[in-house]
C-alpha cells in the first residue's frame, strides 16, 4: 500500500512537472518580448502555485528545476546572440537565480492559501466575499514581491536594457500583472478541480467553449472587434457553469489573445509591444474580475437555494408533525391514548347516518369500571390513573379495525360497533367482559388490583332521533348490570323509554 502511494504521488510529480514546463514555454513561446527577453504571461506562476499546494514542501524542488530550465533556455538564447563565451554554463548560473525567485513566489502564494484556509475552514473562490483576498494576496502581492526582485536582477544583469526610466517601469509593471494574471487564470481551474466541479461542468459547457474558439478565430482572422462577442458567451458561461466554467472560458480566451498579440493582430494591438500586452492583461483583469464575481455569486444563489429549499422541507415536516399532534390532543384522551368524548361522538354520528342510509345495524356499549370509587379511596389517584389505562390497554386489544373505543368520562368508556346486532353485540361485550376479568390488574404498592367491568348494550332503532337516545338506554342497561352484582352484561330492552340529554 505504501509503494502505490509513493508511486502515485511520483506519477502526480512527474506530470504536475511536466504541465509546469508546458505551460511555461507557452509564454515564452508566444509572449517573449524580443528586445527585452522576458516573457510577459506567466501561466507558469500559476502551476507553481498548483504544485506547491498538491505536493507540499515536496514541490519546491519540483518548481525550482522547472523555472531553472524555463530560465535557462531565456538567458542560453540571449547570451548567444550576445556572442557572450561560455554561454551554456552562464545561462545555467544565472537561471538558477530567477528559478529560486519564481520558487519563493509559488511558495508565498500557496502559504496565502493555507493561511485562508485556516481562518475561514474552506478553500477560497468558494463565495463572492473570498475574491479580495485572492485577488489581492494569493494573486498580486507574491507576484509583486518576487517580480520587483528578478525585475532588477534582469536590469543588473543587462538581459533586458536599460533605456530610460518610464520604460523600464513599464517592463516592471508587465512582469508583475504577467505573473499575476498566471495565478489569476490557473488557480480558478484547480479550485473547482479540487471540488469536483469541473468534471462535473466541463462536458455540457463544451458548445460554449466552441463558440468562443470559433469568435476569437473571427476576431484574429475577420475583425480585429469581432472579439468582443465573447462577452456575452462568457456571460452564459458564468451563470450557467460558474467558476468551473468561467475558469477554463478565460484561460481559452486569454491563450488565443495572448498568441494573436504576439503576432500583432487581434483588438489589443499596439506600435509599442509592451502596450499590446498591457491592453491584453487590462482586458483580461476587467472581464476576469467581474466573471468571477458573477460566477461565485451564482453559485452563491444556487446553495442558498438549495439550502432554503432544504429548511422548507424540514419546516413543513415539522409543521405537519405538529399538526399531527395537535389532531391527536384534540382527539385524544391525554391520560388514556384512547379517543376522546368529542371524537367519538363526531364518529358515531357520521355511523348513525350511515347506517340508516343503507339499513345497517349498529350497536354501543357503555361500560363503567366497578368499584372504582374503592381504588382511589384506599389506593389515590395514582391507582386509579394506572386502572384506567390498563382497561384500554386490554380493550383495545380486543377490538376490530372497524370499532371505535373512547372514554367517556371518568371511569366511564363507550364503544361504537358498526354493521352490528344487538345479539352480536351481547357476544362482543361478554368477550370484552371476560378478557377484562382474566387480563386487566396492575400492581400497585406491592398489592394487586383486579378490574371488572359492567356494561350496558343499545342497539340503534328507527324510533332512536339521535346518539343522546342511544345513549341513555345504554346507560340504563349499564345500571341495570351494576344493580344485578356488577362484572355483567345488559342489554337495554327495545322500545325502552327514550330521553333526550
Not at 389506593?379 to 372514554?407: I, N, P, Q, W, Y
Request: aromatic share 8%.
Amino acid at each position: 500500500m505504501k509503494q502505490a502511494l509513493i508511486s502515485l504521488t511520483n506519477t502526480k510529480a512527474i506530470v504536475l512537472l511536466l504541465l509546469y514546463l508546458g505551460i511555461g514555454l507557452l509564454g515564452i513561446q508566444f509572449a517573449t518580448l524580443p528586445q527585452e527577453n522576458f516573457a510577459v504571461i506567466g501561466f507558469a506562476s500559476g502551476c507553481g502555485l498548483v504544485i506547491i499546494l498538491e505536493l507540499g514542501k515536496r514541490g519546491i524542488p519540483l518548481v525550482l528545476s522547472g523555472s531553472a530550465i524555463l530560465n535557462t533556455h531565456t538567458y542560453y538564447h540571449f547570451l548567444t546572440h550576445s556572442n557572450t563565451r561560455y554561454a551554456l554554463p552562464l545561462s545555467l548560473i544565472l537561471g538558477l537565480i530567477p528559478a529560486a525567485i519564481d520558487c519563493w513566489q509559488s511558495v508565498m502564494a500557496a502559504r496565502a492559501w493555507q493561511t485562508f484556509i485556516k481562518k475561514n475552514h474552506h478553500p477560497p473562490l468558494q463565495t463572492p466575499g473570498d475574491l479580495p483576498y485572492f485577488w489581492k494576496q494569493i494573486c498580486f502581492m507574491p507576484a509583486a514581491i518576487s517580480m520587483m526582485l528578478w525585475h532588477a536582477l534582469l536590469t543588473f544583469s543587462s538581459t533586458i536594457p536599460y533605456t530610460s526610466l518610464l520604460s523600464n517601469l513599464q517592463q516592471m509593471i508587465l512582469l508583475i500583472i504577467g505573473d499575476t494574471a498566471g495565478i489569476f487564470i490557473i488557480a480558478p481551474i484547480y479550485a473547482s478541480w479540487k471540488s469536483g466541479e469541473l468534471e462535473n461542468k466541463f462536458r455540457p459547457a463544451l458548445p460554449y467553449f466552441t463558440a468562443l474558439l470559433f469568435i476569437v478565430a473571427l476576431g484574429i482572422l475577420v475583425h480585429n472587434y469581432l472579439m468582443m462577442l465573447v462577452l456575452p458567451v462568457l456571460l452564459l458561461i458564468a451563470i450557467h457553469f460558474r467558476l468551473a466554467g468561467t475558469s477554463v472560458a478565460l484561460f481559452i480566451v486569454f491563450t488565443l489573445s495572448m498568441m494573436s498579440t504576439a503576432y500583432q493582430t487581434g483588438p489589443f494591438t499596439h506600435a509599442n509591444q509592451i502596450i499590446s500586452f498591457i491592453n491584453l492583461q487590462l482586458f483580461l483583469f476587467s472581464v476576469g474580475l467581474t466573471l468571477h464575481y458573477l460566477a461565485l455569486l451564482q453559485e452563491l444563489l444556487s446553495h442558498s437555494k438549495i439550502r432554503l429549499e432544504f429548511e422548507v422541507a424540514i419546516r413543513t415536516e415539522a409543521l405537519a408533525a405538529a399538526n399531527l399532534r395537535l389532531e391527536e390532543l384534540v382527539t385524544t384522551d391525554e391520560l388514556t391514548g384512547v379517543t376522546n368524548r368529542r371524537e367519538w361522538q363526531r364518529r358515531c354520528d357520521e355511523a348513525i347516518t350511515y347506517a340508516r342510509r343503507y339499513q345497517q345495524p349498529l350497536s354501543i356499549l357503555l361500560i363503567d369500571i366497578d368499584h372504582f370509587k374503592n381504588v382511589n379511596d384506599h389506593h389515590g389517584h395514582l391507582a386509579g390513573d394506572l386502572t384506567l389505562k390498563e382497561l384500554c390497554r386490554v380493550c383495545s386489544a380486543e377490538l376490530r379495525a372497524t370499532d371505535s373505543f373512547a372514554r367517556w368520562g371518568g371511569e366511564e368508556f363507550v364503544l361504537l360497533l358498526p354493521g352490528t346486532t344487538q345479539t352480536e353485540a351481547m357476544q362482543a361485550g361478554n368477550k370484552l367482559r371476560l378478557a377484562v376479568e382474566e387480563l386487566a390488574r396492575i400492581r400497585f404498592e406491592d398489592k394487586e388490583i383486579r378490574i371488572t367491568i359492567s356494561i350496558g348494550v343499545a342497539m340503534l332503532e328507527d324510533s332512536d332521533p339521535g346518539l343522546d337516545c342511544l345513549l341513555n338506554r345504554a346507560d340504563q342497561a349499564m345500571y341495570a348490570a351494576k344493580a344485578a352484582g356488577r362484572n355483567q352484561v345488559q342489554c337495554a330492552p327495545h322500545n325502552a323509554s327514550c330521553v333526550e340529554l
